[in-house]
């Protein structure tokens, strides 16, 4: 099953910082594409590139296309479109659902309204909790659900630095 996450509404200047982190919770929760809509943000683009050559792993970044095309085709392509949004249906309510369908998945945050068309062409439109908060924080959490966790111990493929844990202090082990 594959996971990619969509960014749409990114606004340059306003939001290169949260879209940044958007990227990093999908590579670093386990997804396996990126998928920056609408825009292209060279900026945002250059710094997940910079964390993938670093911190290893083969998340697929694409950036540029029409969002509205691209979660079409991801759809005919027999994959699923969850569109996180504090009006949905409660994470808990249908995670399970989600987790037992093996199709591959699209997940959708916003930046700042979300058009009408997007909660209609969502699978599923699912809420972190019925409170306005973040992408970032929603990403993560359905991520987190979805992976039962597991995704937080997953090693990163030709990474050049690699952190071992410890009580107190950095311990890192750089590669070749
Ligand atoms: N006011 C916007 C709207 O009407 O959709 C929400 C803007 S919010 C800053 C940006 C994105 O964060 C949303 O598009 C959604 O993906 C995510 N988000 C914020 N709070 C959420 C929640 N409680 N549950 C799920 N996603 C949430």
């Known amino acids: 099953m594959k996971i990619y996450v ?5 606004r340059p200047e306003r939001d290169k910082r949260i879209t940044t ?8 929760f386990g997804a396996n594409g990126f998928v920056l809509g609408d825009i292209n943000d060279e900026g945002v683009i250059e710094s997940l590139n910079k964390v993938l050559k670093k911190w290893g792993g083969s998340m697929e970044i694409i950036s540029g296309v029409n969002s509205i095309k691209f979660i079409k085709e991801w759809k005919r392509s027999n994959g699923e479109v969850v569109h996180l949004t504090m009006y949905g249906l409660p994470i ?3 995670i399970d659902k989600i987790k037992r369908s093996r199709k591959n998945k699209l997940i959708v945050v916003g930046a700042e309204k979300v058009p ?7 699978d599923y439109n699912v809420s972190v909790g019925n409170q306005p908060h973040s992408e970032v924080s929603a990403l993560a959490i359905f991520l ?6 597991k995704e937080l ?4 493929p030709k990474s050049k630095i690699e952190i071992v844990p410890q009580e107190r202090g950095k311990k890192v082990v750089l590669k070749q």
């Open 6 to 10: 969509l960014r749409i509404g990114h």
């Open 21 to 28: 982190h958007v990227g990093l919770v999908a590579r670093a």
């Open 92 to 94: 808990d309510y249908i």
């Open 116 to 122: 009408p068309e997007y909660y209609r062409l969502a």
């Open 144 to 149: 987190d659900r979805l992976f039962e966790g």
């Open 153 to 156: 111990y997953k090693r990163h």
